[in-house]
Nanobody
Framework: QVQLVESGGGLVQAGDSLRLSCAASGRTYSNYYHVAWFRQAPGKEREFVAAIRWSDRSTFYVDSVKGRFTISGDNAKNTVYLQMNSLKPDDTAVYYC?????????????????WGQGTQVTVSS
């Protein structure tokens, strides 16, 4: 019933920008406590990237993307965005959006209830 649909991934060169989108269906984002982006590169564990606390729009980022990535949300469009600037080859991964109803620590993938299918981001060097 709850579905998160991601889009916006692609193949870019180092230094380029991309904007990822995650549209919710079945339930609006106002019902979530946290919405987040995670990423997973081949052979590596899923990594926290960014999160937004919906009640006050507070945002959180992994150190490696601070100053380059921005997470935001649009209630009217039921969409969460991840603006990615100054992309690096190390950013190459499948990016997933996720949501949860609980208030448990935002950076742990295990506490999220709903996940998108993922969108591929590839950054060439």
């Amino acid at each position: 019933q709850v579905q998160l649909v991601e889009s916006g991934g692609g193949l870019v060169q180092a230094g380029d920008s991309l904007r990822l989108s995650c549209a919710a269906s079945g339930r609006t984002y106002s019902n979530y406590y946290h919405v987040a982006w995670f990423r997973q590169a081949p052979g590596k564990e899923r990594e926290f990237v960014a999160a937004i606390r919906w009640s006050d729009r507070s945002t959180f980022y992994v150190d490696s993307v601070k100053g380059r990535f921005t997470i935001s949300g649009d209630n009217a469009k039921n969409t969460v965005y991840l603006q990615m600037n100054s992309l690096k080859p190390d950013d190459t991964a499948v990016y997933y959006c996720a949501g949860k109803y609980n208030s448990i620590t935002y950076y742990r993938a295990q506490v999220y209830n709903f996940w998108g299918q993922g969108t591929q981001v590839t950054v060439s060097s």
